[in-house]
């Protein structure tokens, strides 16, 4: 069956399942507040659900799973979730994003389970300024879950560092060295004014095209590799001496035309753009019709999605954060943590 297809003639492929909105950092450009409105827990899709979900996605274009949240190794038993996400036939990705503090435990496990990739988020390798940045002291283990990671046997992992102007914007080149060194595929993202981002102020945004400058004159040039966009967020560059990184420019240079990704909140809400201000909760079709039903639900909003939210953002003359705490309280789905990254 061709992939389910929406007024852009953009495939779904692409499925970011939020399996909790807890987390154990509060990063400034994410949960800077020190009060959350919480998802019930007894609202969260069971593994048995989520999986069973995702089996009849696949034959309208899934390909692709990544586990986030919150943070996604918060939940109890993910690699019961993970063995089940890989026992599925024409399943061809399945990842997990994670801020890996909590990898030491995991990791082997999650290896184990079938899981086929990981990507770690990691904005400074300063302990002090993780701890700013984090309001967790917690830099070490963050470290421990990268060597833990190695060690479980994961290759190719991705470290994403959200560059913020004045907080991490002069570690690019340290994050280059750090990621050179651990084989790890490092993607500077520009700050995000999504729900969550209260504090996001454009003065804040590091654009891609000074991140790319920056390090091609630090590093003898740096030459794009992928010449057409593909459906991946990141722009792939290659430095003189063969390093590749990605740059991923959300805010200044979106790239909503080839957008195949949908969300699904740990309590069953179908998002299907990152800017969307409400999403569809489908939580109760799935329980009370079952996962084909469900599935369907979502092929149907699928085919009606026309968003663009990060071109539309880019277009506004004056652009702030797009909520604020009072709102984020009223619909914490509106949340990047409740949304996934
Ligand atoms: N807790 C996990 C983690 O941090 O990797 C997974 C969830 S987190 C919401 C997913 C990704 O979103 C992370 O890489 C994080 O850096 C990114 N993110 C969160 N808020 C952002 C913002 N305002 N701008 C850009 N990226 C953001
Ligand atoms: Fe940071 Fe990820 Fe937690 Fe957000 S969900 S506070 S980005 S670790
Ligand atoms: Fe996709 Fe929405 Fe992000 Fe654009 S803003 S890339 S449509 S999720």
Redesign the pocket.
């Given at each position: 069956m061709p992939a389910a297809l929406d007024l852009h003639h953009r495939p779904l492929r692409n499925l970011r399942l939020s399996v909790t909105d807890r987390?154990n950092?509060r990063?400034g450009?994410?949960m800077p507040e020190e009060r959350y409105e919480w998802l019930q827990r007894a609202d969260l899709l069971t593994f048995e659900e989520s999986s069973a979900l995702v089996a009849e996605l696949i034959p309208h274009g899934v390909e692709k799973v990544r586990l986030?949240?919150?943070?996604?190794l918060l939940r109890r038993d993910i690699d019961q979730l993970v063995r089940s996400l890989r026992a599925h036939a024409g399943l061809r990705e399945l990842a997990l994003?994670?801020?890996?503090l909590r990898l030491p435990e995991h990791a082997k496990e999650l290896r184990g389970a079938g899981l086929d990739r990981l990507?770690?988020?990691l904005?400074t390798l300063r302990a002090d300024r993780f701890k700013e940045l984090t309001r967790r002291d917690e830099l070490a283990g963050a470290l421990r879950g990268l060597d833990a990671a190695a060690s479980a046997g994961f290759t190719g992992t991705k470290l994403?560092v959200?560059v913020m102007r004045g907080t991490n914007d002069d570690e690019l080149l340290d994050m280059l060295d750090f990621a050179r060194e651990r084989a790890l595929e490092v993607r500077f993202?520009?700050?995000?004014?999504?729900g969550?981002?209260t504090r996001?102020d454009m003065s804040r945004v590091v654009p891609a095209t000074e991140i790319i400058e920056l390090i091609g004159a630090a590093r003898g040039g740096a030459t794009p590799e992928d010449l057409e966009r593909t459906a991946a967020p990141a722009d792939r560059y290659r430095t003189a001496d063969g390093q590749r990184f990605g740059v991923i420019a959300?805010t200044t240079r979106p790239f909503c035309g080839s957008c195949d990704r949908a969300r699904l909140t740990a309590d069953g809400q179908f998002i299907t753009c990152l800017y969307a201000r409400r999403g569809t909760p489908i939580a109760k079709v799935l329980r009370a019709r079952g996962s084909r039903a469900a599935a369907e639900q979502i092929v149907d909003l699928w085919t009606g999605r026309s968003d663009r939210g990060a071109e539309e953002r880019a277009g506004l003359t004056t652009r702030e954060a797009l909520a604020q705490p009072g709102e984020l309280q009223q619909e914490p789905h509106l949340e990047?943590?409740t949304?996934?990254?």
């Open positions: 987390c950092l990063c450009y994410c986030t949240g919150g943070e996604p994003t994670t801020n890996g990507t770690v988020s904005d994403n959200v993202i520009e700050y995000m004014d999504v969550g981002a996001w959300s990047m943590h949304r996934g990254g």
